[in-house]
């Protein structure tokens, strides 16, 4: 379980931040749609405005039917002309609250897309330590959570504000006829009730962050038992009602908590608006008292109990609006901070190296993650040559996947520098460089697309080019199948969707390794365990393809078969985050090292 909320803070200080993200969230607003801002800014004006003539009209309503009824000789058409006039304006209050929902429903989808495309766009931005980060992941998730409905949200309320403000002001400059007194009942009535309503948004807000993990873990555990490619390990391995029982047991646990904040609020709520009510029957009796007294009218009374009930609900209406802003901004908090995430741009401005077929250089280079005081790398230095066959060999865990996201500038180097073509990888343009690169790595990616697309997202320029999508099939072995699934190259992959095709292992590993030679003007070759599926023999044609590439293509092989690491030109043993040994498979065998004594291990499985 996580940590327990902080202490909570004062109720004022938090108060303070009520109208903080509120100038954001409304250039959010219109930013998606200017029209639409206009719209339902001069709807909510006009609808501020509407309900004080409606109530001032029906006064004269009853009036002219009480001077008709007492005096003959009065004109019984003008209390008609009034019930026309209200009628008018009761159509024209239906069409703004109309007008008020369309806009508003076009506004929510727009704003929806447009705060997902920031927070996707953001994504793209970030770097991979941020993704190996689960606070970073808790931040994400309280992000994405009512993002894209909290911004129109405090946008609408804070409209509605100024909209019951507007009707507030037409209340009280009659009421204020009758008694300035009114007035101050009416505020007075409403503030308990907004007080203890602000207090408890604060504490679901709390729940809410707190909770995040929590709320993770479900949506994991809901992946693992309804998703596909977990479905025949969870059925064989009996576990899937233990995953559900744990899914239900967080249930159980964040359910008490809301149950008890949902029956502390609506208690409080009940008993503090009570006060409203009892404030609202007390003015009713003062003024049928006034009336009786003949102080005045019975058009004066009815206008006044109109407007003493409209104007109560619409000074609580603004008290629930401040609070629901206050609200708002604690959600909108968390998407702004996600959002100015800070984010390291030191990317280079070069778009080659001053010294070309220098090939790659390793120089004192150390890296530790950011969670960890270990190194995973310490001081390697190496230098491969264009043209260069390497592999790289070494136990689980020595620190050969993250020597290659350091290659990619995926992670950059703690100390030491890491050179192409005689260039620090910090000050080669991005485009530029992972233009120079293929990779496939062991945790590669099953896209949910067709065949080609699966190839393509390798030169994501040349996504579309289905005879580059052949070539590149061809030479990761993955055409032989491709030509016997029912549209080739167009069929759907995976179970997700529509006609969709399942792989073997196997088959999706050569789709991946096709990916990788995709890249059409990639001169370095990154192959991260990429026949680990497949079998010995088909390992070893695919290092003779990787062998038969031209003189200046380099090619880096992380394989933990040694009968195929032997074939090439260089040879790394990694121990530790260190070069142990290097040369080729000759010299290390002669060397009788940890390299020979691996090799001789394998070797005797095999016999």
């Known amino acids: 379980m996580s940590e327990r909320p902080p202490k909570k803070l004062g109720w004022f200080r938090r108060s303070l931040g009520v109208f ?15 029209s639409l801002t206009l719209a339902l800014f001069a709807l909510t004006l006009v609808a501020g405005l509407l309900p004080g003539g409606i109530a001032w009209v029906g006064k004269l309503i009853i009036d002219a039917v009480v001077a008709a009824m007492d005096s003959p000789d009065h004109d019984p058409t ?27 429903s076009l506004l929510r989808a727009q704003l929806g897309h447009n705060v997902n495309v920031l927070i996707l766009n953001k994504a793209l931005d970030l770097s991979l330590s941020h993704f190996e980060d689960p606070t970073f992941y808790d931040r994400m998730t309280q992000a994405r959570r009512e993002a894209s409905s909290r911004p129109l949200s405090l946008v609408q309320r804070s409209f509605g504000l100024v909209q019951n403000v507007i009707a507030l002001s037409t209340y009280a400059v009659l009421l204020i006829r009758l008694s300035p007194w009114a007035v101050g009942v009416l505020a007075l009535a409403a503030i308990p009730a907004f007080i203890a309503e ?5 504490q679901a807000f709390r729940l809410f962050r707190w909770r995040t993990p929590e709320k993770r873990k479900q949506a994991y555990l809901e992946v693992v038992v309804a998703r596909e490619d977990y479905a025949k390990e969870v059925k064989l391995l009996r576990i899937g009602p233990l995953l559900v029982q744990r ?77 629901g802003m206050y609200e708002d901004n604690l959600y909108l908090a968390n998407l702004n901070a996600f959002l100015d995430e800070p984010v390291t741009r030191n990317d280079g401005t070069h778009p080659e190296g001053p010294t070309p077929g ?19 790398i310490r001081g390697v230095d190496l230098h491969i040559a264009p043209g260069t066959k390497l592999a790289l060999v070494g136990h689980n865990g020595s620190g050969k996947t993250t020597l290659i996201k350091l290659l990619t500038r995926l992670y950059r180097p703690t100390q030491g520098r890491i050179l192409l073509d005689g260039l620090d990888l910090n000050d080669w343009q991005e485009e530029a460089l992972r233009k120079r690169v293929g990779v496939i790595f062991q945790d590669f990616v099953k896209y949910q697309l067709t065949v080609g697309e699966n190839i393509g997202v390798g030169d994501v320029e040349h996504i579309e080019d289905q005879e580059a999508q052949a070539k590149a099939a061809e030479l990761g072995m993955a055409a032989p ?13 995976g179970r997700w969707f529509k006609d969709g095709r399942e792989l073997s292992i196997g088959q999706w590993q050569k789709v991946a390794l096709s990916r990788a030679f995709m890249a059409q003007d990639a001169d370095i070759l990154v192959l991260d365990e990429p026949t680990s599926a497949m079998d010995a023999e088909a390992e070893a ?8 590439m031209t003189d200046q293509q380099l090619a880096i092989l992380i394989s933990h078969r040694f009968s195929t690491a032997r074939m090439a030109d260089d040879i790394v043993v990694l121990e530790a985050g260190r070069v142990l040994e290097h040369g ?24």
């Open 20 to 34: 903080r993200a509120t100038p954001r969230a409304v250039a959010l607003v219109w930013s998606t749609s200017r």
């Open 358 to 376: 220098d090939g790659i250089r390793f120089e004192d280079v150390w890296f530790s993650y950011p969670d960890s005081d270990e190194p995973t």
């Open 78 to 104: 003008i209390a008609l002309q009034w019930v026309a006039v209200e009628a008018g304006l009761i159509v024209v209050m239906a069409a703004i609250q109309r007008g008020l929902d369309v806009v508003n």
């Open 584 to 607: 080729n498979h000759d010299t290390l065998m002669a060397a009788k090292g940890r390299y020979e004594r691996l090799f001789t291990l394998q070797a005797a499985g095999y016999r």
């Open 247 to 323: 899914y239900q047991d967080i249930y159980e646990s964040l359910y008490a908590e809301d149950r008890n904040l949902t029956l502390r609020r609506g208690l409080w709520g009940f008993l503090l608006g009570l006060l409203s009510t009892a404030a609202l029957y007390g003015a009713y009796v003062w003024i049928a008292l006034r009336a009786m007294g003949r102080l005045i009218s019975l058009g004066d009374m009815t206008m006044y109990l109109m407007l003493f009930k409209q104007g109560q609900s619409a000074f609580a209406a603004i008290l629930r609006a401040v609070g």
């Open 198 to 202: 602000a207090q408890f948004a604060g």
């Open 541 to 548: 044609e695919i290092f003779e393809r990787v062998r038969a």
């Open 481 to 493: 199948f491709v030509e016997d699934l029912p549209s080739g190259l167009d069929t759907q992959l």
